[in-house]
Nanobody, 123 residues
Framework: QVQLVESGGGLVQAGGSLRLSCAAS????????MGWFRQAPGKEREFVATISRSGGSTVYTNSVKGRFTISRDNAKNTVYLQMNSLKPEDTAVYYC????????????????WGQGTQVTVSS
């Protein structure tokens, strides 16, 4: 399994930006796909974005398309989530997750999870 540590969360005003980082260790970066999920209070955890092992393919949930960008730097064993034009409804705890093999959008497909980082967007 891969050990994951998220960072970069915080409090921002609507329309602002944040970049989340997820540092991975334990396996070569090229061996796993990565995903970002989020969970707001009282709601189930939902898929946000995923990126393939090489970084060549990405998938986003519709609500963040055009605003969020997932990327990775395998040399640094790190995946990022650049969040622009943030909205109050983006407020949630954001988690990164890893799986061996191809990218997936289902939460149950991921084996390793970070501790989460809080993102709060004020109006």
């Amino acid at each position: 399994q891969v050990q994951l540590v998220e960072s970069g969360g915080g409090l921002v005003q609507a329309g602002g930006s944040l970049r989340l980082s997820c540092a991975a260790s334990g396996r070569a970066a090229s061996s796993y796909a990565m995903g970002w999920f989020r969970q707001a209070p009282g709601k189930e955890r939902e898929f946000v974005a995923t990126i393939s092992r090489s970084g060549g393919s990405t998938v986003y949930t519709n609500s963040v398309k055009g605003r969020f960008t997932i990327s990775r730097d395998n040399a640094k064993n790190t995946v990022y989530l650049q969040m622009n034009s943030l909205k109050p409804e983006d407020t949630a705890v954001y988690y990164c997750a890893a799986r061996q093999g191809v990218a997936r959008t289902g939460e149950n497909e991921y084996n390793s999870w970070g501790q989460g980082t809080q993102v709060t967007v004020s109006s």
